[in-house]
């Protein structure tokens, strides 16, 4: 069984400081993506990694696809409180499917 | 702006109802999906379809069922709702392959008493 494990489950910091947050697999993809998903809304696609060792930068965030493509690394540089969300990673199950993980839950306290 | 729809935000319905869950979208989108989102379980594939009147089971599809009469509408149907299924729901549309992403609604937070 595929999986993704996303680590930590949860994070709680002061706006200003840094973070990574974490989603490992023991098997190979093919593409990995990051959503964002704020409190009772749907998660939206932030980035999609495909090549291993590709390093994304999206304003302050930044994005790693390890070299063997099994993980993936999301390092928030001087968090801000909008940063604060559900943070899940998802990677292509078939042609038609991703499978997800459990996700980060992410709070920046102002 | 492209967007997903579904049609309601919150819905309470009694248990044994016949629920029915909207999704719209307008990008033209070949696969749509279903999910519920549990705290601690992540999101759960129910069904999900690649093509106009194709269904596929996913990970959770009992007491589920779909329908997809037209290509941007995808319809959820619990058939006879019960509490277990007090869950977010979310709908979801990607092109052929998953490689572009998702795009999701906003979700339906169904509650069932």
């Known amino acids: 069984t595929q999986l993704l494990e996303q680590s930590p489950q949860f994070l709680s910091i002061q706006e200003g400081e840094n973070l990574t947050v974490y989603c490992n697999s023991s098997?190979?993809?093919?593409?990995l993506q990051w959503y964002r998903q704020e409190p009772g809304e749907g998660p939206v696609l932030l980035v999609t990694?495909?090549?291993g060792g590709e390093v994304k930068k999206l304003k302050r965030l930044t994005f790693q696809f390890g070299d063997a493509r099994k993980d993936s690394s999301l390092h928030i540089t001087a968090a801000q409180p909008g940063d604060t969300g559900l943070y899940l990673c998802a990677a292509s199950r078939s042609n038609y499917q991703l499978i997800w993980g459990a996700g980060t839950k992410l709070i920046i306290k102002p | 702006d492209v967007k997903v729809t579904q049609s309601s935000r919150y819905l309470v319905k009694r248990t044994g109802e016949k629920v029915f869950l909207e999704c719209v979208q307008d990008m033209d989108h070949e696969n749509m999906f279903w999910y519920r989102q549990d705290p601690g379980l992540g999101l759960r594939l129910i069904y999900f379809s690649y093509d106009v009147k194709m269904k596929e089971k996913g990970d959770i599809p009992e007491g589920y069922s779909v329908s997809r009469e037209k290509k941007e509408r995808f319809s959820l149907i619990l058939e006879s709702a019960s509490t277990n299924q007090t869950s977010m729901y979310l709908c979801a549309s990607s092109k052929r392959t998953g490689f572009y992403g998702y795009t999701f609604g906003s979700g339906t937070r169904l509650t069932v008493v």
């Open positions: 098997s190979v993809f093919s593409s």
């Open positions: 990694v495909v090549t």
